[in-house]
Structures are given as C-alpha cells and as structure tokens.
C-alpha cells in the first residue's frame, strides 16, 4: 500500500493533505468554538467569485481565492457585528452573490476549457509544487498569528465580557479569525473544494472536543484528527479513483457516526 506514495504526485498530495488538516485543526477549533461555521460557510461559497476572477484576468488562482476570500470575510464581519440580528440574510447574499460572480466570469472567460469541479469538490492528486509553496505561506502565517495572539484569541472565544474588561479589541479578533478562517478555506481549496470544507473544518474539530479540556488540546486532536481522514481518503481515492475531496469527507462522516455511537452505547 505505500507503494503508492512512491510518486511525486502522490507525495505532494500527501503533503498537502498534512497541511489542510494541520491549518483545518487550528481553524476549525477556532470557529466552533465562537459559533463562525455558518459565518465560514458563506465565505467559503463566496471565494469562488475569486476563482472566476483569477480565471478572466489570467491570475494564479490560489491568488485570487485569497484576495477575494478575505474580502468577503472583512466584509462579513463588518456586516454581522453592526446588525447581528441580520447576520443569516447577509450571509446568503454574500454566499450567492460570490458564486455569481465566480460563475459569471468564468463563462466570460473565452476558450477556458478546464474543469472547475476540482475546486469545488476538491483534487489532492492535482496539487503541483507551486500549490504546495503556497500552502507552506499560509499554513505558516496562519501557525503565527494563532501563538502570538493565542492569549487574547482564546480569552474572546470563551468570554468576550472578561477579554473588554481586560482591555482587548474583541471586534478586532472576531474579524482577524474570519481572516484565518479565509485563509484556510484557500488551502483546503485543492484538498475537498469549496462545497466540502465546513465538514472537514466541523468534524474532526467535534470530536476533537469531546476528548479535550482546553482550546490547545483541541486544535492538536483537531489536527491529528484532520490528518487521519486526510490521509485516508485520499488512499481510498486513488485506490477506487474517486474524487479526493468526497472520499476523504466520507471517511470522516463515517468515522464521526462510529464516534457518535461509540459514545452513546459504550461512554
């Protein structure tokens, strides 16, 4: 069986596994716990009018998921804390309009052929070293910004009363983990697409907290988790040639059931 990750493609995809699942602990921790899967969700959908506008102007596509993700997550957040209670209206605007445009500018886009159902549903086996390089940046940035404001991040994840009291801009962070969250919906991009990432970023993040007692432990289970199904899935789609996005979602829904039952038979 690991005769397969004899070839480079294989090993890239491998690697890029590992970085998804590492950038989909820590954020996935991080919007369970302030309640944000919705809020990722819509930005998610919407990253895909950056796709299209990478597609027309003949932009690197990561290039241009990543300036539109993060322009819909600012924007996001500024719409949902002046008018929370309009937070699910806004959200579906963003989400809808975002794939409009993606779709609009892609049909725009003369003799452009290629199939764009990779970046919905993801293609681990496609990712090229230069994806790779990428994910590296961002994964990176990501590990950075989380241990220098970990304090302040994990102080308005679980009490925003005490984190004014003590003086720390909670809009600030509430804004800056929708960012984060943008980021790693870019790197999940090639590994389960954009229709797939909440339930990679939801799931192993679920029962990571189940078995955990503080934010950190959290994200590493997240992690070791993330990387479990990763790796699983996309054995499982080279061996029966399925999309690797799909597979690696049905291994984790599958070992969620397993969980869930495990809990309430045997817990």
């Known amino acids: 069986m690991m005769d397969i990750f004899a070839y480079e493609f294989m090993q890239n995809a491998l690697l890029a596994a590992l970085l998804v699942s590492i950038a989909a602990g820590i954020i996935g921790s991080l919007i369970v716990v302030n309640r944000m ?4 969700g819509g930005i998610a959908h919407a990253s895909y009018g950056g796709i299209g506008l990478a597609v027309y102007f003949g932009l690197p596509l990561f290039a241009g998921a990543t300036l539109f993700s993060v322009l819909a997550a600012l924007l996001i957040a500024y719409m949902t804390i002046n008018e929370r209670e309009r937070t699910d209206t806004f959200i579906g605007l963003i989400w ?3 794939m409009a445009i993606g779709i609009i500018l892609v049909d725009l886009t003369p003799g452009y052929n290629v199939d764009l159902m990779s970046y919905l549903f993801g293609s681990l086996l496609a990712v090229s070293q230069a994806d790779l390089y990428y994910m590296y940046a961002l994964v990176a940035l990501i590990i950075f910004i989380v241990t220098f404001w970990y ?3 994990l102080a308005v994840s ?4 005490y984190a004014k009291l003590r003086g720390i801009h ?3 962070f509430y804004t800056l983990i ?3 969250a943008a980021l790693c919906i870019v790197i999940a991009i090639k590994a389960v697409g954009l229709i797939l990432v909440i339930a990679l970023l939801s799931i192993p993040t679920y029962i990571a907290e ?3 007692v503080s934010l950190q432990g959290m994200m590493l289970y997240a992690v070791c988790f993330a990387s479990f199904f990763s790796i699983t ?3 499982f789609s080279y061996s029966f040639d399925l999309t690797s996005g799909a597979s690696i979602i049905l291994v984790a829904s599958i070992s969620f059931i397993l969980f869930l039952s495990y809990k309430k038979f045997f817990a």
């Open 37 to 40: 899967v919705f809020l990722t």
């Open 96 to 98: 809808a309009v975002g």
């Open 151 to 153: 304090r302040d991040i």
């Open 158 to 161: 679980y009490d925003t009363q």
């Open 170 to 172: 909670v809009n600030f």
């Open 178 to 180: 929708l960012v984060l």
């Open 210 to 212: 189940q078995v955990s």
């Open 233 to 235: 899935g996309l054995i």
